[in-house]
């Protein structure tokens, strides 16, 4: 295993694609900050990269999944090249959405708050490599 000090030094390229990020919420996911938070988040990807992933969020866990969720209560339409530029934080996420650079179905007040769901510790790590939020968002 990589010592802590490795990682901050020579710290892992960001991924290109926005699968990675969606895929890895599970890992920067912060229990104590979604608290009793229950949410099915579906990802509907266009682009260069389209994809349909989603996110199961409730009893103090994150788990992400390929393909379809059965009943979200939240759908981001996004192209890929929106989203990778949201979860970087090189782009407000609330902007982008506004200007209909990606499109929500579903409860607005879950996209809100997702942002605050990742881990202090994951946010940190992104921050030292790139000064920016790694689930920035509205």
């Known amino acids: 295993m990589l010592s802590p000090l490795y990682l901050t030094l020579f710290p892992s390229p960001l991924p290109d694609r926005v699968e990675p990020y969606i895929m890895g919420m599970p890992l920067a ?13 579906q990802f509907r990807v266009s682009g260069s990269e ?8 409730g009893n103090g ?12 209560d939240l759908v981001v ?27 929500i179905e579903g409860d607005p007040q ?10 202090a510790r994951a946010r940190a790590s992104h921050l030292s490599r790139s000064g920016r939020s790694m689930c920035a968002g509205p």
Do not use: K, M, Y
């Open 61 to 72: 866990s994150c788990e992400s999944f390929e393909g379809t969720a059965p009943a979200p």
């Open 29 to 41: 996911f912060d229990r104590r900050a979604a608290g009793a938070a229950q949410a099915t988040i």
């Open 77 to 103: 339409h996004t192209p890929d090249g929106v989203w990778l530029r949201v979860v970087r934080g090189e782009l407000d996420g609330g902007q982008a959405l506004a200007e209909r650079l990606f499109r």
């Open 110 to 119: 879950l996209l809100v708050a997702f942002p605050s769901w990742s881990s």
């Open 50 to 57: 389209p994809g349909d992933n989603w996110l199961r969020i």
